[in-house]
């Protein structure tokens, strides 16, 4: 074996209540199909050949210091408690230290089955697999906290879904942790508070050693997630299944099966096949946001004796959320528009235009990044609406110092645009991986202006439109 990874698995001490140990289950044909060298190199990963790290990353082959196992949690689910969820079709390889000194999951995803896949198979096909691994080192070159891709496997292997008959394929997952909101609600609905305790305790000390007991968690993990919604909104992203088992604890976005990035702006855009109510869309994320954190204020006070207080603490800190979200939006959406440090009363601008771009069916990326241009009147149909709109903002820029740095640096000029992602994905079933590379290459950099990717700039055709993202992953 070539490949050396130096673990240290801390989950793997706690106790056995936590997780079930098993290894993956090997595949057929494992074929790397997609390697992270500089992500790998930042972890400690040894270069290894191909072949080796196919084995690893396909599940065939358990590495030294490894501790396979499948993560126990809970969740809600579109709104509904599920009591028992857990790694069904993932397993946690262990944990490294990366060169900047912090703690890493290793995690592979469609890894077969675990006491945890319910009536799934355990596996993933490779077009989900694809997705993840573009969007997610997308929002990392974007600057939002997200999990990470390190490798993607060819499993050799059929997997059967709604479409028919699929290519298997095996993620590869950095994590700051797989810790979710649904982990302490397993705990709390079961009653096991020891081990609530103890969950609470690992996760201060993993993510925010200086919080202060469960509310002083509650209180970190709002604040993370009141910061990562409107990082999300600005740059047009839906997640899709923001349920509380895909909620991080690190602040990390994870998990990305049904999302996408908006092209025309519209508050209520869904893309989820399954979100028929519109839970999960664009404009209510940060509602949900709000709702996720009022079910871990609900498991983590379990552990508090005075309940009474407890519950008026933690209420307190799940009311603080709306205005911590609105402030991080506001100077999101600000920059978006050239304002170094926009406040509230910057909002009824930024809501104007958007209101303006919704009417009009405006893309959402190239409108934004055609601000700092100059040339963004081309994207709006009501044009003397928009003449209206350029005069009050001018006005407004007139006590800003460089809004179109802020602006650049604000607004992306590559987004992995949905149908872009599918053909890049029908391309790769059919044996050819060069649009998955180019896309790979050209999300590195999104804030750079790069002529040879003109085409991806470009919002779908008419017959382009993918108009939903499917689950069945
Ligand atoms: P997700 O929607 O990917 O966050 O998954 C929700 C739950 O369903 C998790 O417990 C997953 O492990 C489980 N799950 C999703 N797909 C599969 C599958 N193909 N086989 C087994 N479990 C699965
Ligand atoms: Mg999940």
Redesign the pocket.
């Known amino acids: 074996m070539t490949l050396h990874i130096p673990f240290d698995n801390s989950y793997a001490r706690l106790p056995p209540q936590f997780y079930t140990q098993l290894p993956p289950t090997p595949v057929s044909a494992p074929r790397i199909l997609a390697f992270n060298d500089d992500l790998a190199h930042g972890l400690g990963i040894s270069a290894a050949d191909a072949t080796d790290i196919a084995a690893v990353f396909a599940g065939n082959a358990v590495p030294e210091g490894a501790t396979p196992l499948a993560q126990l ?1 809970a ?1 809600h ?1 579109f709104g509904s408690f599920n009591p028992q ?6 397993i946690l390889l262990g944990e490294v230290i990366g060169t900047d000194g912090n703690r890493r999951d290793i995690q592979l995803k469609g890894s077969g ?1 675990t006491p ?3 009536m ?5 096909w490779l077009g989900p697999v694809l997705r993840e691994y573009v969007v997610s080192e997308a929002m990392h070159a974007l600057g939002i906290p997200t999990t990470r891709a390190l490798a993607a496997v060819a499993t050799g292997d059929t997997v059967y879904r709604e479409m028919g008959a699929l290519p298997g394929a095996v993620l590869t997952r950095i994590a700051a942790s797989h810790l979710r909101v649904g982990t302490f609600e397993v705990f709390a609905h079961r009653g096991q508070i020891d081990e609530l305790r103890t969950l609470t305790h690992y996760a201060i000390k993993r993510h925010y050693p200086n919080a202060d007991g469960p509310l002083g968690l509650l209180e970190a993990v709002a604040a993370a997630q009141a910061e990562l919604i409107p990082a999300w909104m600005s740059v047009g992203f839906i997640h899709g ?1 923001m ?1 509380t ?2 909620c991080t604890i690190s602040g990390e976005t994870i ?1 990305y ?1 049904p999302c996408a990035f908006m092209d025309n702006y519209h508050e209520a855009r869904v893309f989820s096949s399954i979100d028929q109510i519109g839970r999960y869309a664009f404009g209510n994320q940060a509602r949900i946001a709000v709702w996720n954190m009022a079910q871990f204020a609900t498991a983590l006070i379990q552990q508090i004796e005075d309940r009474d207080v407890a519950v008026q603490d933690a209420t307190k800190i799940v009311h603080a959320m709306p205005a911590q979200l609105q402030a991080a939006w506001v100077r999101r959406f600000g920059r978006k528009i050239g304002l170094e440090d926009a406040t509230s009363a910057d909002q009824p601008l930024i809501e104007a235009l958007l209101a303006l771009m919704q009417e009009d069916g405006a893309d959402f990326t190239n409108t934004f990044r055609a601000l700092g241009t100059g040339t963004a009147r081309d994207h709006f149909v009501q044009r003397d609406t928009f003449d209206e709109w350029t005069a009050r903002w001018a006005k407004r820029l007139q006590s800003e110092g460089a809004p179109e740095a802020v602006m650049a640096s604000a607004n992306p000029v590559l987004i992995p645009r949905n149908h872009r992602i599918e053909q890049m994905i029908e391309a790769a079933v059919a044996g050819d991986m060069a649009p998955f590379e180019r896309m790979m290459a050209a999300v590195a950099k999104p804030f750079e202006v790069n002529p040879s990717f003109t085409d991806l700039q470009r919002p779908p055709t008419t017959d382009e439109i993918v108009p939903a993202t499917f ?1 069945g ?1």
Do not use: E
């Not at 799934?120 to 993933?124: F, I």
């Open positions: 949690y969740g689910q969820l857990g790694d069904g079709r993932a089955p945890y896949s319910r799934g198979d355990g596996r993933a299944v349920n088992d895909n998990d099966g689950c992953t």
